[in-house]
């Protein structure tokens, strides 16, 4: 089966600090994916990446960096925490191809209010 | 006008009715669709993919129409366990990897 893992199902931060949000794929999968879900506006994407150090802007990257060092291990930051990133951040991955094999595994989600 | 665009609800219907969701895309090039299901509390996976020659599994049909640009599904005898929001995905043109969610349609099913 695969796994997505992520570090933390709760987190609380205040405003203005780092944020760390880690996500960890154990299927050699090669995409990777953050994404950010509210209600109404459903699934937005953050950050993709492809291959290791290799990322890509998502629909809303504004307040975001990602890191990508290894393969299975995709990292979301957040520079200095606003209120407005309060929200719930699923991480997913992928294989490269077609059709089915675009099925994206998400992990369990974090959920990270931003006081 | 929004990628993929479902129909919020919430559907609220009773034990063994069959209910019916669309979702229309606006990319005429989109690759393939899926359903994806997601409880509450918990993340998306994937129910079934959506074939232009439509696909069965069990209670569940989904079908697409290229030339409406919409995708449905259908699920006949509706049981409690059902309830759920389901998300309609567009892969779309160039393979990318990166996948469409719609906004997801919320059904529950009552005893």
């Known amino acids: 089966d695969v796994k997505v893992t992520q570090s933390s199902r709760y987190l609380v931060k205040r405003t203005g600090e780092k944020v760390f949000l880690e996500c960890v794929q154990d299927?050699?999968?090669?995409?990777m994916f953050w994404y950010r879900q509210d209600p109404g506006l459903g699934l937005r994407l953050i950050y993709f990446?492809?291959?290791?150090?290799?990322?890509e802007k998502g629909d809303i990257p504004e307040g975001y960096s990602v890191s990508r060092e290894k393969k299975e291990r995709f990292s979301l930051i957040l520079e200095s925490a606003s209120t407005n990133q309060t929200s719930m951040y699923l991480c997913?991955?992928?294989?490269?191809?077609?059709?089915?094999?675009?099925?994206?595994?998400f992990g369990p989600g974090t959920r990270l209010t931003v006081l | 006008r929004k990628e993929v665009e479902q129909d919020p609800g919430p559907f609220n219907v009773p034990e063994g009715a069959t209910v019916a969701f669309n979702c229309t895309y606006s990319?005429?090039?989109?690759?393939?669709f899926f359903w994806y299901r997601q409880d509450c509390r918990k993340e998306p996976k994937l129910l079934m993919s959506?074939?232009?020659s439509g696909n069965e599994d069990g209670r569940f049909t989904a079908q697409l129409n290229r030339a409406s640009q919409y995708i449905s599904l259908l699920i006949r005898d509706s049981k409690l366990s059902d309830s759920a929001t389901y998300l309609c995905?567009?892969?779309?043109?160039?393979?990318?990897?990166?996948?469409?969610f719609g906004q997801g349609t919320t059904l529950q099913v009552k005893p």
């Open positions: 997913a991955s992928s294989l490269v191809g077609t059709g089915d094999l675009n099925e994206q595994f």
């Open positions: 995905v567009v892969n779309p043109p160039g393979n990318t990897g990166k996948l469409i």
């Open positions: 990446s492809y291959d290791v150090k290799m990322k």
């Open positions: 299927m050699d999968h090669e995409n």
């Open positions: 959506v074939y232009s």
């Open positions: 990319n005429s090039a989109s690759q393939s």
